[in-house]
Antibody, heavy 120, light 111 residues
Framework: EVRLVESGGGLVQPGGSLRLSCAAS????????IHWVRQDPGQGLVWVSR????????TYADSVKGRFTISRDNVENTVFLQMNSLRVDDSAIYYC?????????????WGQGILVTVSS | QSALTQPASVSGSPGQSMTISCIGSSSDIGAYKYVSWYQHHPGKAPKLLIYEVSQRPSGVSNRFSGSKSDNTAYLTISGLQADDEAYYYC???????????FGGGTKLTVL
């Protein structure tokens, strides 16, 4: 069974840092893109970042570029999202999800999400 | 570029059919075949329902179907069931700079 499990969320003050982890199992981890998508409070989904299978290519939404860094460990089958200079509007539920194989674009399966709250 | 536009809420009775729209532009839905739909029960992991406009992953009920016309995508749910009550999100590829856009989500209530 393919599983993705997020951890590392919590409460942090504005300007602070947090590191999210996404532990994967049940598939050949190193061959898939992994994405982070967030759901702002009371809002819809927003794509945040992605990393390819060998970790050589990363992409970010403009709203987090320069503040967030995505990386992966293909031995531990884990993807990380290092979030620095956090702002109140970064508060959200963060989901990690597996990208589609090949050139297609879709997401699945998803983790259950982890809550990040940025507040003083 | 703004998020895709979905109705905030829809409702229907058990057994009825329901169609949820997702309005984009010629730069996203109208330009690519990479439209997908997700079902989300709050507190649970979102679930892929439809990919590439109308393809259904294995294990997804054939009561769910997708289509596209010009800049608008549609998700149709036939034979509404109580468990279909959830939020539904559309998503479209929008080119290399933006990557993807999601809709704001539609809350489906089964009366």
């Amino acid at each position: 069974e393919v599983r993705l499990v997020e951890s590392g969320g919590g409460l942090v003050q504005p300007g602070g840092s947090l590191r999210l982890s996404c532990a994967a199992s049940g598939f050949t981890f190193s061959t898939y893109w992994i994405h982070w998508v967030r759901q702002d409070p009371g809002q819809g989904l927003v794509w945040v970042s992605r990393i390819n299978g060998d970790g050589t290519t990363t992409t970010y939404a403009d709203s987090v570029k320069g503040r967030f860094t995505i990386s992966r460990d293909n031995v531990e089958n884990t993807v990380f999202l290092q979030m620095n200079s956090l702002r109140v509007d970064d508060s959200a539920i963060y989901y990690c999800t597996r990208g589609a194989p090949g050139d297609s674009v879709w997401f699945g399966p998803w983790g259950q999400g982890i809550l990040v709250t940025v507040s003083s | 570029q703004s998020a895709l536009t979905q109705p905030a809420s829809v409702s229907g009775s058990p057994g009825q059919s329901m169609t949820i729209s997702c309005i984009g532009s010629s730069s996203d839905i109208g330009a690519y075949k990479y439209v997908s739909w997700y079902q989300h029960h709050p507190g649970k992991a979102p679930k892929l329902l439809i990919y590439e406009v109308s393809q259904r992953p294995s294990g997804v009920s054939n009561r769910f179907s997708g289509s596209k016309s010009d800049n608008t995508a549609y998700l149709t749910i036939s034979g509404l069931q109580a468990d279909d009550e959830a939020y539904y999100y559309c998503c479209s590829y929008a080119g290399t700079n933006i990557f993807v856009l999601f809709g704001g989500g539609t809350k489906l209530t089964v009366l």
